[in-house]
């Protein structure tokens, strides 16, 4: 599975935050018919990819649960600031 717990609930907040944007520019009180028209319909697909997100979360989260899914955890391994990888000179 190409996606974890972490990529997924950032990909559903990111979504939340233009989902309450888009909300905000439907509702400005010098918008056109036309622009609420616009924004209403991508609001409507942003709903959408969210509540994929979600689904996909829930469903990962039900696997890792269920024991069908074990996450890997990937260590980071920084050479910076270690003397020891600091070659003479």
Known sequence: MAETVGSLVDKICIAEL???HM???RDRADASAEFRATCEQKL????TQRADLGNELSTLLARI???SVVPKVYRQFKMYNDPQYRTPG
């Open 18 to 20: 233009k989902i309450y």
């Open 23 to 25: 909300q905000e520019q």
């Open 44 to 47: 409507e697909i942003m709903q």
């Open 65 to 67: 649960a269920d024991g």
